[in-house]
């Protein structure tokens, strides 16, 4: 079964640190492209905020993690990972990672379609 889980998230203080698992069963992620999103509390969007691509491992991220959230593989745990450092009120969230079965990363979040469940991140005093 095709399955993608996010956990780690949590209730966090403000320059807290949190990381994120994103694993996967019955197909392995390291050959294909992964993206975090994130959806606020009272929105109706989901954000992309990070991307590491299969062809070459290649990160990118969002200018509002950037210098903060790290994005990296686990190709042994079969899982990809987002590390969340400085944390914000403002990354309060439920955070999401998906797929859209191709080796590079794009920004085009309609193409991306196969997601997880996504994982409550809150970053309160």
């Known amino acids: 079964q095709v399955q993608l889980v996010e956990s780690g998230g949590g209730l966090v203080q403000p320059g807290g640190s949190l990381r994120l698992s994103c694993a996967a069963s019955?197909?392995?992620?390291?050959?294909?492209?992964i993206g975090w999103f994130r959806q606020a509390p009272g929105s109706d969007e989901r954000v992309q905020i990070s991307?590491?691509?299969?062809?070459?491992?290649?990160?990118y991220y969002a200018n509002s993690v950037k210098g903060r959230f790290t994005i990296y593989r686990d190709s042994a745990k079969n899982t990809v990972y987002l590390q969340m450092n400085s944390l914000k009120p403002e990354d309060t969230a439920v955070y999401y990672c998906?797929?859209?079965?191709?080796?590079?990363?794009?920004?085009?979040?309609?193409?991306?379609?196969?997601w997880g469940q996504g994982t409550q991140v809150t970053v309160s005093s």
């Open positions: 991307c590491i691509s299969s062809s070459d491992g290649s990160r």
């Open positions: 998906a797929t859209d079965w191709r080796l590079d990363c794009t920004w085009r979040q309609y193409e991306y379609d196969y």
């Open positions: 019955g197909f392995t992620l390291d050959d294909y492209a």
